[in-house]
């Protein structure tokens, strides 16, 4: 096994792998883990690999394997790992004040004020920021239990493919059924809406303009504008606008969940500038400190700013460490025009994957900016291939990359590169994935490709 000396010693700048994975060091760790931690643990269970020590774009195991890392902690390293002015920054306010819980002070000061100032001046004038314990479902709980209190009112929309979190209240909020089936009497209240579309805009329409439709008068609309753990599926530019557009006319406050798509990972700060709307509710964590030191916080209009004091709190609601990150992350977003790279990495994945995307088995590539899935169907009925993704996924990690996947039955093999990786790195990260793609589908001769599902090609 490769000491650890050696290990820091070598420089990470291309994937390497040596023999079987995982390697005597990692299996020896995964067993213990088997042993030792919660059946709940998910990445290592189809990324069987042990973490060691990351530099930007790579990690490296335990045993010496060096991979791109196009995963970056779920989206949370958005400078990558262990970026060297963030690690400073922290350093620094580690010998200073690490936990204020929601005292004022300068590093916090400066977090909000950052914050707000990645919102357009119209937005930024009218926003007020809370600081919820320090995950992105404790801040999807917070904007919730906002939206009730301010309206007086119960139920919530929200929309088939979401992805709000695992606690109680997110998972009843989240379309994903498995999660929520062996747990009763999740939050009542909830009802979910085909998303993406005009044609599902004006389903929502009907639903709550008709007196005889069945849903009362809801507290809040909740949307994703890209379903990140739904299978990447960005959604319409008509259908957001509409959704927009009813809920503001009918007095519904709309929360745009960026845990995922904020802090620059589809090319704006925030998604929802693409579609040019303004929000009720932002709700923002993953990213936000950029070196993956934990953070969240809602971003409402100030009107809907009737808490009580302590009428949602969280102990670790005063990380320190994190707002001294934050800050610098939004320096560094800006000095290294990051959003434009996003923009370019993003053209540049759209160009590499435009060949898989013809291939039978590949149903749809898609994306935005660093965000993009590579939907896998069998072409024959049309049903996720499940198992080809799984195959892509480990022959990627066989030659140095890890990916993820999600979508329907986990048929979308996803990518969150950082936002500051080099068009060198993509181009290398591509050519695994396109040839793990090529090596895994399944071949055939049917002309119906695509036939039962979505259209074809890179969107």
């Not at 690690?87 to 004040?97: H, I, T, W």
């Not at 898609?366 to 996720?384: F, H, S, T, V, Y």
């Not at 290398?428 to 071949?443: D, F, G, K, N």
Request: aromatic share 6%; net charge neutral; with cysteine.
């Amino acid at each position: 096994m490769t000491t650890s000396t050696s290990l820091q010693s070598a420089p990470m700048t291309s994937p390497h792998v040596s023999g079987d994975l995982p390697g005597p060091g990692s299996a020896r760790l995964l067993a213990r883990q088997e042993r030792w931690e919660s059946s709940a643990r998910t990445y290592p269970r189809h990324l069987p690999i042990a973490l060691a020590e990351g530099a930007g774009s790579f990690v490296r195991d335990v045993d010496g394997n060096v991979f791109i890392d196009f995963l970056a902690g779920a989206g949370v390293l958005s400078l990558g790992h262990n970026h060297p002015e963030l690690v400073e920054v922290v350093a620094r306010q580690l010998g200073s004040l690490t936990h204020g819980l929601d005292f004022p002070t300068p590093a916090k000061d400066a977090f909000a004020q950052a914050q707000l100032s990645m919102l357009a001046p119209r937005l930024r004038t009218r926003m007020k920021v809370h600081f919820c314990g320090p995950t992105g479902a404790n801040a999807v709980e917070a904007a919730v239990k906002l939206c009730k209190i301010a309206t007086g009112r119960g139920d919530v929309i929200s929309f088939q493919g979401a992805f709000h979190g695992s606690t109680h209240a997110t998972m009843a909020l989240s379309g994903l059924v498995s999660q929520k089936a062996p747990v009763p009497n999740t939050m009542a209240g909830v009802h979910f809406f085909p998303y993406g579309t005009a044609d599902d805009a004006a389903l929502l329409e009907r639903a709550l303009l008709d007196s005889n439709g069945g849903i009362p008068l809801p507290a809040a609309v909740i949307l994703e504008l890209v379903q990140g753990e739904g299978g990447v599926i960005v959604a319409g530019t008509d259908f957001v606008r509409r959704v927009r557009a009813l809920t503001r006319s009918l007095g519904i406050p709309l929360i745009v969940d960026e845990v995922q798509t904020g802090c620059g990972r589809t090319g704006t700060w925030f998604a929802f500038e693409q579609y040019g709307i303004e929000p009720d509710v932002i709700v923002a964590s993953k990213a936000l400190s950029g070196i993956g030191l934990p953070v969240a916080v809602i971003l409402y209009d100030a009107a809907l700013d009737t808490w009580a004091p302590g009428a949602h709190i969280g102990t670790f609601r005063g990380n320190q460490l994190a707002f001294a990150a934050g800050v610098e992350a939004i320096r560094i977003v800006r000095r290294d025009d990051l959003l434009g790279n996003v923009v370019r990495r993003g053209e540049q994945i759209a160009d590499r994957l435009a060949g898989p995307a013809a291939a039978p088995w590949v149903r749809q590539v898609r994306g935005r900016g660093l965000m993009w899935g590579i939907e896998l169907a069998d072409p024959e009925d049309g049903r996720p291939a499940t198992k080809v993704a799984s195959e892509v996924q480990i022959s990627a990690l066989r030659h140095g990359l890890i990916v993820e996947r999600g979508g329907r039955q986990d048929a979308v093999v996803r990518i969150l590169p950082p936002l500051n990786v080099t068009a060198e790195v993509v181009d290398t990260a591509c050519a695994i994935l396109v040839e793990a793609v090529s090596a895994c589908s399944p071949r055939t001769s049917s002309s119906r490709s695509g036939r039962n599902g979505p259209p074809r090609g890179v969107i």
